[in-house]
């Protein structure tokens, strides 16, 4: 069956400008999941969806960043007024539920100007 | 604070010799722990979990890893080493407590197998 996707695989903005992300989960995944990845190091979690519900919003690194799921479906991370320190790969994740394993779709490289 | 630690930033080794990725973790209670794995050009791969029971979990691709509790330890492990398993690889733990199912993850090792 198909994997987690999302788009853009890669985007480049200037400062200040918004962003869209999409992540599309594997069909029947209850749980979805957003992470960052700087150059070179570890993952960094910022949001985990339950259904269309956000019980963990910790990760957010600031009020610019928001995300939501509809559907049980699709989600979208959204930065707004973006800032060079927000270039990252973005990956989205989803399971069965919450004790399951995660699977990572392809992420989204992005490079503020 | 939850954490953890993967001490090495490479491994290298020879192919056919076994391999250790070590991992490490501060965590409260009993997690639930996972490795990932990461090749060039390529999203993250799930490689195995320990969840409960045998302290010796096996996985995919001939990985193994041992769960150490008195040592807070999930090493990674593979009796013979490929060429192909080089790659950046991730040790993380999630909290069975809470509700949240958010992973948190090492800064990753590059495993680099050499012919």
């Known amino acids: 069956g198909a994997g987690v996707s999302q788009s853009p695989s890669n985007k480049v903005t200037e400062k200040g400008k918004d962003v869209e992300l999409r992540c599309d989960p594997i069909?029947?995944?209850?749980?979805l999941y957003w992470y960052r990845q700087r150059l070179g190091q570890g993952l960094e979690f910022l949001i985990y969806f339950q259904g269309n519900s956000a019980p963990d919003k910790s990760g957010l690194p600031s009020d610019r960043f928001s995300a939501e799921r509809t559907g049980e479906s699709v989600s979208t991370l959204t930065i707004q007024r973006t800032q060079q320190e927000d270039s990252a790969v973005y990956l989205c994740?989803?399971?069965?539920?919450?004790?399951?394993?995660?699977?990572f779709g392809p992420g989204t490289r992005l490079t503020v100007t | 604070a939850q954490s953890v630690a993967q001490p090495e930033d490479q491994v290298n080794v020879a192919e056919g010799n076994p391999l250790t990725v070590k991992c490490t973790y501060s965590?409260?209670?009993?997690?639930?722990l996972f490795w990932y794995v990461q090749y060039p050009n390529r999203g993250l791969q799930f490689l195995l979990k320990?969840?409960?029971?045998?302290?010796l979990v096996k996985g995919s691709y001939g990985f193994e890893a041992e769960f150490n509790k008195s040592q807070t330890s999930f090493h990674l492990k593979k009796p013979s080493a490929l060429v192909s398993d080089s790659a950046l690889y991730f040790c993380?733990?999630?909290?069975?407590?809470?509700?949240?199912?958010?992973?948190?993850f090492g800064q990753g090792t590059t495993l680099q197998v050499k012919p």
């Open positions: 994740a989803s399971s069965l539920d919450m004790s399951a394993e995660q699977y």
């Open positions: 993380a733990v999630r909290d069975r407590s809470g509700n949240t199912g958010k992973l948190i």
């Open positions: 965590v409260s209670g009993n997690p639930y």
């Open positions: 320990y969840i409960t029971g045998d302290n």
């Open positions: 069909s029947g995944h209850t749980a």
